[in-house]
Every structure is written in structure tokens, then in C-alpha cells.
Nanobody
Framework: QVQLVESGGGLVQPGGSLRLSCAAS????????MHWYRQAPGKQRELVAE???????NYASSVKGRFTISRDNAKNTVYLQMHSLKPEDTAVYYC???????????WGQGLQVTVSS
């Protein structure tokens, strides 16, 4: 099993930046990919960014060019660096791990990100 602890988030003005962190522990060798999702009020949870063990990345079109997913293997931590934030980026953000069989880790409590002036 993989345990994930999310940190970061908060209130930021439009155009600002924020970095989210997701620290993994447990059976981290089983992680094949890491994902960041978000869920805005009244909307379904959506994939924001993903990073495979091979280093490939994928982004939602709405965040491409503004968000960057990366990892620090020494710290077993995945980051989501967010720039040029917009009010529509306001949501609860979650990280999630996937093993080679497509099985996912449990969802955490998430991080509230609010973009507002």
C-alpha cells in the first residue's frame, strides 16, 4: 500500500503561483504513475497532470503551459507547480498513485486552492 500526504494550497491572487506537494511512503516501488486531480464545486473530479515512472508527463489542456508536475526521488515527493493561476483553477486538489496494474491509492482529504482577488 502507498500512503500519500498532500501539502500546500491556500489562497492566491489571479496571476499568482502556488506549489503543491505530495509525499509518498509505503510500497513506493510499486508506483507506476502519479496523478494530480482537482474537483471544483459542483463539478466532477478531473485529471490535471500525471507523471509516469519513466518521466512522461500529461496535462489537461486547461493547465498546459501553466502547471508543471515534477518529482524529487530522494524525498519521494511529487510536486505540482502552478503559475498564472486563474479563478477557474479554484478547486480541491488531490494526488493519487497508480501501480502497474492500474490500481489506485486511496484519496486523501485534498488541498483547497482558491484563486481570488
Amino acid at each position: 500500500q502507498v500512503q500519500l500526504v498532500e501539502s500546500g494550497g491556500g489562497l492566491v491572487q489571479p496571476g499568482g503561483s502556488l506549489r503543491l506537494s505530495c509525499a509518498a511512503s509505503g510500497n513506493i516501488d510499486a508506483i507506476n504513475a502519479m496523478h494530480w486531480y482537482r474537483q471544483a464545486p459542483g463539478k466532477q473530479r478531473e485529471l490535471v497532470a500525471e507523471l509516469t515512472s519513466g518521466g512522461s508527463t500529461n496535462y489537461a489542456s486547461s493547465v498546459k503551459g501553466r502547471f508543471t508536475i515534477s518529482r524529487d526521488n530522494a524525498k519521494n515527493t511529487v510536486y505540482l507547480q502552478m503559475h498564472s493561476l486563474k479563478p477557474e483553477d479554484t478547486a480541491v486538489y488531490y494526488c493519487n498513485a497508480e501501480d502497474p496494474y492500474g490500481r489506485r491509492s486511496s484519496w486523501g482529504q485534498g488541498l483547497q486552492v482558491t484563486v481570488s482577488s
